[in-house]
């Protein structure tokens, strides 16, 4: 059959992955000494998981959907922090808020506030250690190993905070052959009877220049918690973005998390949970817009391990033009989450002959007493619609913006920040104008 290799084609497809794999692991390899990683314990130990688990192989099924070759086969280096008022005064939201600024993954403190209210920030030391990651990949690894300023955000038991926390990461590219490769790592720690609300915004210092980063947000919530976050990924279009973050939650605790992934040219995105409480309240929700052959890559990993625990999961695709989209979720409910309530829904809209979509919700129950259920959809515009507004003297364009933001209304109606919610609109209007 036509597009099928020989079996002699599968083994140089093999060997030019294993080599390129091989290529990057020593071009990653000389970053990590570069940064002194082998001083650090934490960043020492994920190194070895990154060699352990190594760069995905052929036909990875992880890996399949999302291609590796331009990620893999660049040169990357480390910058340093450079001047961002600039970009902050134009850029940062205007929230009222505790503020951190990052720099190529560093700590800016001139651009962050001088108060952090309620929150106790440090900047982990060489012999800090983290939590062990739920669900790992190489990647997650990889950042791990390369972050240079990893900090620890502690919010004490019974304190309900006054602001929200804003975190603002900014990453410089450049028009050189060496990409720069920024990595930023957060973990909260959050106590009992508290209530939070945390912002990660990712920017680029322009539009034009190439960049990759690294992002991992870990949390530990405590028992009676309420933990609000709000992902804002808007890097330039020639970016790759990838990221990975884990919530483990407490008991009778309320976890919302919203991903607004809509910028880079790839981006992969875990987010890993474990409800670890009874009675526990997880909503887990994310918006992508790849357009013009960009790829977003979506992966959830759920694990309901205590009864009576409900959780609540809706991932909107608009796919444009030829942009891609793949979504990969898996909820498990082990033997004692009796009366676990798990729904995990993706709902895909094409624009364009050539957008495309993979999407796989998966469940695994071991318990008896469940209510689980998961389901996926992908359709186009519908033409009825379309007729509708325009016999109302609507123009197309028009029509077909509204028609994609009633698609999105489900989850940027649900942004109760005002400022966010017009700041998500807006890029959602300027990446529309651009197809």
């Given at each position: ?167 603002l990461n900014i990453t410089q590219g450049n028009d050189i052959a060496e990409v720069n490769s920024a990595n930023y790592r957060f973990h909260f720690e959050v106590g009992a009877n508290a209530q939070m609300q945390v912002i990660e915004h ?37 970016s790759q973005h990838f990221a990975h973050n884990d919530l483990v939650v407490g008991r009778d605790a309320r976890v919302d998390s919203y991903a607004f992934l809509l910028g880079s040219k790839l981006t992969r995105h875990h987010t890993s ?83 495309q979509v993979d999407t796989k919700p998966q469940l695994e129950i071991y318990a008896d007493d469940v209510k689980c259920s998961h389901g996926a959809t992908v359709g186009r515009i519908d033409d009825e619609q379309l007729f509708y507004l ?46």
């Open positions: 059959m036509a597009g099928l290799l020989t079996l002699n084609e599968k083994r140089e497809k093999q060997r030019q992955i294993e080599q390129r794999n091989q290529q990057a692991l020593k071009m990653f390899a000389d970053l990590y000494h570069q940064r002194k990683g082998e001083d650090n314990l934490h960043s020492r130990n994920h190194w070895l998981e990154v060699e352990k688990v190594g760069f995905p192989i052929y036909r990875h099924e992880d890996w399949h959907y999302t291609p590796l070759d331009e990620t893999l086969n660049q040169q990357y280096q480390l910058l340093p922090p450079f001047d961002v008022q600039n970009i902050v005064v134009k850029q940062a939201l205007p929230l009222d808020c505790y503020r951190i600024v990052m720099v190529n993954g560093t700590f800016s403190p001139t651009e962050s506030t001088k108060d952090f209210g309620p929150y106790q920030i440090t900047l982990l030391d060489s012999q800090s250690e983290l939590p062990a990651a739920i669900n790992g990949e190489v990647f997650l690894h990889l950042v791990e190993s390369l972050a240079p300023h990893p900090l620890l955000i502690t919010l004490k038991s019974g304190v309900i905070a006054d602001k929200p926390l804003y975190i990712y920017i680029s210092d322009n539009d034009d220049n190439r960049h990759f980063t690294g992002a991992r947000l870990t949390a530990n919530i405590g028992d009676n918690t309420s933990f609000n976050h709000i992902k804002l990924g808007f890097e330039n279009a020639v949970s474990a409800l670890k409480g009874e009675n526990t309240e997880l909503s887990m929700n994310s918006v992508v817009l790849p357009k013009a052959g960009e790829i977003a890559d979506t992966r959830t990993w759920l694990m309901h391990n205590e009864k009576n625990c409900q959780s609540r999961q809706l991932h909107k695709t608009i796919a444009m033009d030829a942009g891609k989209a793949v979504f990969n979720g898996m909820i498990t409910v082990t033997p004692k989450a009796l009366k676990t309530d798990g729904q995990m829904t993706n709902n895909n809209l094409l624009l364009g002959e050539k957008a325009r016999s109302r003297g609507i123009s197309l364009s028009a029509a077909r913006k509204m028609i994609i933001h009633a698609f999105a209304a489900e989850l940027t109606e649900s942004l109760e920040n005002s400022i966010i919610k017009a700041h998500v609109l807006d890029r959602i209007n300027q990446r529309l104008s651009e197809v």
